[in-house]
């Protein structure tokens, strides 16, 4: 209620490592990264007079080629998180509160923490490192796995408030990516977990911006769309100034069968599967779960939305 919320927001993949790509760009063909490219989130906060962290929850989840992009990589968690019962959320926020307190003590620089919480992500759990926590339904344990992130997440949130008369800050969260338990959807087989679709159960994330102190965020005009667009939000933040979301938003992944690229722009989703050549068009606000079609029936938006498409693909 005291930040600015987006829960139409959809990341740039289904999948962590291509997503944490498109989180640290501010262009959104660079889903796949590129070997040697600086990093514009860090590189830009760096420039602002930042000092960089990023806090890893598991070894899977930040790529090591963005070690480099900032000034420290924090792994110290990654070993909670090796067996099969694991769950560090609670950890996770204790170690960044632990990481603000010991930079406050030594450091006059603002601080930029990049948190990467593992908690919700398959396998789901609960309760926490009991081998009978994997008995449950998938949909009953992911939403256990969410209420602990949840907390954990608030109790960042309320360690931020605490040392607001002194810091002023910002928390902003989003996901690389959600997940799917086994949805319909029209033209691909009900999938689970995330990285083989494009639907959005696993593209459609949420945007929020909060700050314990008040109007932090007033100056910029709206919130990102894309997970491409956070980093430069961010950015608009640090400097004051305007911030506009992209028009629209790409998102691609190779799955096992098919590659799929996509493109979101005010409620319609384009999508194209490359190998087997098929074209969906849904108009979401009326079809949200996707289930009807429409591009045999709209040529014109397909090929407008196809070339804005087309322009993404295209090297830069």
């Keep these: ?27 959104a063909r660079n889903y796949a990264g590129r070997p040697g490219e600086p990093y514009f989130l860090p590189a830009a906060m760096k420039a602002a007079g930042y000092t960089t962290r990023v806090l890893v929850a598991h070894s899977n989840q930040v790529e090591r080629g963005i070690d480099g992009g900032y000034d420290e990589v924090d792994r110290t968690l990654e070993a909670d ?23 406050r003590a030594k450091s006059s620089t603002p601080l930029f923490l990049w948190v990467h919480y593992f908690d919700p992500h398959s396998p789901y759990v609960d309760p926490p490192g009991n081998p009978l926590a994997l008995k449950r339904r998938d949909v009953e344990r ?11 997440v608030g109790d960042l949130a309320a360690y931020l408030r605490s040392i607001s008369p002194q810091v002023g800050s910002l928390l902003f ?14 033209y691909v087989r009900p999938t689970t977990y995330h990285g083989q679709s494009l639907n959005e159960p696993v593209v459609r994330i949420p945007m929020l911006a909060w700050s314990p102190t008040p ?35 790409f998102f691609a992944i190779d799955t096992t069968f098919d590659q799929l690229v996509g493109l979101y722009d005010e409620g319609w989703k384009l999508v194209l599967h490359r190998r087997t050549n098929l074209v969906t068009l849904y108009d979401l606000k009326s079809d949200p779960f996707e289930l009807n079609n429409l591009a045999p029936t709209q040529p014109q938006r ?7 498409l087309g322009s993404y693909m295209l090297p830069r």
Excluded at 6 to 16: A, M, N, P, Q
Excluded at 81 to 103: D, K
Excluded at 302 to 308: F, I, N, R, W, Y
């Design 142 to 152: 992911y939403a256990a796995e969410v209420a602990r992130a949840d907390r954990a």
């Design 81 to 103: 998180m090796r067996g099969p019962y694991g769950s560090n959320a609670g950890a996770v926020t204790a170690r960044a509160i632990q990481t603000i307190e010991a930079h």
């Design 215 to 249: 109007p932090a965020t007033e100056p910029l005009q709206e919130m990102p769309r894309s997970l491409a667009d956070v980093a430069p939000f961010l950015v608009a933040v640090v400097a004051g100034s305007p911030f506009r979301a992209s028009q629209h938003v």
């Design 302 to 308: 397909v090929q407008q939305l196809g070339e804005a």
């Design 173 to 186: 969260m989003t996901a690389d990516h959600g997940e799917e338990l086994g949805e319909k959807h029209a």
């Design 1 to 27: 209620g005291e930040g600015r919320l987006r829960l139409d927001g959809h990341s740039t993949s289904s999948r962590t490592s291509r997503a944490v790509f498109g989180l640290n760009s501010s262009d």
